[in-house]
Structure formats: C-alpha cells, structure tokens
T-cell receptor
Framework: SQELEQSPQSLIVQEGKNLTINCTSSKTLYGLYWYKQKYGEGLIFLMM?????EEKSHEKITAKLDEKKQQSSLHITASQPSHAGIYLC????????????FGKGTRLSVIA | EAGVAQSPRYKIIEKRQSVAFWCNPI?????LYWYQQILGQGPKLLIQFQNNGVVDDSQLPKDRFSAERLKGVDSTLKIQPAKLEDSAVYLC????????????FGEGSRLTVL
C-alpha cells in the first residue's frame, strides 16, 4: 500500500521566516494534495499537483511535485501566525478515486 | 454556500456503548467520505459513497462499524460496540466529482471512549 512520509513532524519558526515541508511517497504519485488543518477543525484544501515538475502558488504558499512524482514540497514565504496549523499531504491511488492516503502531518507553529 | 455539516461535535461514551455520527454534505455533491483521524496521525478513509452506493469500505471494521447513505444525501456512521481505540475525530468529506477533485471537509466529530 502507498505510504506518505512527511518531514519534519513539527516545526517552530519565527514570524517572517521561510520554511519548507516535505512529503515523500513510496510509490509514484498520480495526484498529490496539500491540506491545512487547525486544531479542532476540518481540513482545508490548499493545492493539488498532478504533473511531474508542476508548481503551484497561492498567496505565500508554493507547492512543487518533483519530476519523478515521488516527492512534493510545500514552501511558505515570510510566515505569519495565520500559517500555523497542521499541514497534510494526501495521495491519489491512481485508480480513479480522490485521495485515500494521507501523511501524518507536519505541525507548524509561528512565533512572534 | 453551506459547507459540510457534522454532528455531534463532541461525544464521550464508555466502552461497549454505541454511538452515531451524522453528516450532511454540500448540496449536489455525489461523493461522500468518512475518515477516522487518531490523534497525531493523518486521516484514514473508512468508507466512500458515490450517491447511495458504496465505492470503497475496505478499511471499515465491519464487525463494529456501519455506515449508510440513504437517498444519496446525508449519511450516518455508527459504532457498536465502541472500543477504547475508537477514540478519534471522525471527519466527513464530500466532493463534486470522484476524480480528480477537491474534498470539502466538515469540522469533525470528536469521540472519546472511556
């Protein structure tokens, strides 16, 4: 079965600093989804990547899928307290279904 | 547009008791998912419905968990009898399309089994 490893597990950064979260798959990714979760709340969709080498941005968050489609990175520029939360990557099994497998998440704290 | 609604938000029960969670997806979304998220882990799919038919329930512990989606709209997830390890957040999600598509999540139902 497909497994997703996220690193780091947790991250504390000072406000204004840049940071990167990685998501590595044991198998080829057909689709890679990034979500954000705040404590006690549901998951909020950030971005979806499908093509090798693809890069998408939303506000100060940029996500990339590498050429081999087995790793994705999420980069936040000039972090703000509003970026704090748990970032989860989810993988498409490639069988025509939306993501069924999630990583364990990266907990991000942003301190002033 | 109203989001995915779930209830109750919190539930505390003793082991061997039963519990039911309700989900109302976004209007018009044909696909509905129930995920289980144990503290410190990512969500794990329990069951996926397409309209009122089951697409995937391979990870649903069928000896104690059941789910239904009558009339292809709202859904109920039941646990009977509950075990300590069922303590988790139960997330409901819906999507307009099966693939590819953005999943819209509810706020979840947090279950504590004592």
């Amino acid at each position: 079965s497909q497994e997703l490893e996220q690193s780091p597990q947790s991250l504390i950064v000072q406000e204004g600093k840049n940071l990167t979260i990685n998501c590595t798959s044991s198998k080829t990714l057909y689709g890679l989804y990034w979500y954000k979760q705040k404590y006690g709340e549901g998951l909020i969709f950030l971005m979806m990547l499908q093509k090798g080498g693809e890069e998408k941005s939303h506000e100060k968050i940029t996500a990339k899928l590498d050429e081999k489609k087995q790793q994705s990175s999420l980069h936040i520029t000039a972090s703000q307290p509003s970026h704090a939360g748990i970032y989860l990557c989810g993988a498409d099994k490639g069988s025509g279904n939306t993501p069924l497998v999630f990583g364990k998440g990266t907990r991000l704290s942003v301190i002033a | 547009e109203a989001g995915v609604a779930q209830s109750p938000r919190y539930k505390i029960i003793e082991k061997r008791q039963s519990v039911a969670f309700w989900c109302n997806p976004i209007s018009g979304h044909a696909t509905l998912y129930w995920y289980q998220q144990i503290l410190g882990q990512g969500p794990k799919l329990l069951i996926q419905f397409q309209n009122n038919g089951v697409v995937d329930d391979s990870q649903l512990p069928k000896d104690r968990f059941s789910a239904e989606r009558l009339k292809g709209v709202d859904s109920t997830l039941k646990i009977q009898p509950a075990k300590l390890e069922d303590s988790a957040v139960y997330l409901c999600a819906s999507s307009l399309e099966v693939f590819p598509g953005e999943l819209f999540f509810g706020e979840g139902s947090r279950l504590t089994v004592l």
